[in-house]
């Protein structure tokens, strides 16, 4: 009797792991691409050959610079949006920052990745540069410091990999609940299922390319012995991709 309650056991066992192996759709197949190719579900922000694609935050021509597959933005060209918007997104960034050793703290290389025109991802020369934690290369602005600091040194290529979930307005409402954001930089992992605080509603916006000539001012006036005004950067970008995630 206890054989055949033991086989009866296996029997339904065997049956419910057959039952969840062949119950629901098959997943779509994505080519993961590589180095230098989106998957094959991407959106393509930068085709690597012309500023198709990106115009200035107020709609005109975009003054980024374009050859040998990099987006070049110097000081002064102002912050450059994607002309595709989104809301949750997985977002692939390349990134090169200049060195500038006369610089300290924020003045030294100053930009960022700003998503949908509102929440700054950081990007800094933090390579043996310290400032406040949540000002750091790989924080979300003001609002989480990185877990760990992973830059390569100045003139190198970097990336960032973002998974961001934007905070959510319901019905009637201007208070909205936090999103989320996950992102690595090189490879590791340095922000967590973090909280987004909202800054309003928003349905869905741009990927901006920050010109930190309108930023750094502010940025760095209450630091001593650093001038006000931003010093003369350019910023190099390359392979940047967007994955929109479901709402």
């Not at 230098?36 to 579900?41: I, L, Q």
């Not at 990099?70 to 060209?77: H, K, L, S």
């Amino acid at each position: 009797m206890k054989r055949q309650s033991r086989f009866a056991m296996w029997l339904l066992a065997v049956g419910v792991a057959y039952a969840q192996r062949v119950i629901g759709p098959q997943p779509p197949v994505v080519d993961p691409g590589g180095e230098g190719k989106a998957p094959s579900d991407a959106v393509v922000l930068f085709n690597g050959r012309d500023n198709t694609g990106w115009t200035r935050v107020d709609g005109t021509p975009s003054h980024c610079t374009v050859a040998d597959g990099v987006m070049t933005c110097r000081t002064g060209a102002l912050d450059t949006a994607s002309t595709e918007k989104f809301r949750n997104a997985q977002i692939h960034v390349e990134f090169n920052v200049p060195y500038e050793p006369e610089a300290k703290g924020q003045a030294r290389a100053n930009s960022g990745i700003i998503l949908q025109n509102r929440y700054e991802i950081q990007i800094l020369d933090s390579y043996q540069n310290e400032t406040y934690a949540n000002g750091s290369c790989g924080a979300l602005y003001g609002q989480s410091a990185p877990l760990v600091n992973a830059c390569r040194r100045p003139t190198e290529w970097q990336s960032y990999d973002i998974i961001f979930h934007a905070p959510h307005c319901g019905p009637g409402s201007t208070t909205p609940e936090p999103g989320s954001l996950t992102m690595f930089q090189n490879g590791i992992l340095i922000q967590d299922h973090v909280p987004v605080r909202g800054r309003g509603c928003v349905d869905e916006g741009p990927l901006v390319l920050q010109d930190h000539g309108r930023e750094v001012g502010r940025k760095i006036a209450e630091n001593p012995g650093i001038e006000v005004g931003a010093p003369d950067t350019t910023m190099r970008f390359r392979n940047i991709w967007m994955r929109r995630l479901a709402p």
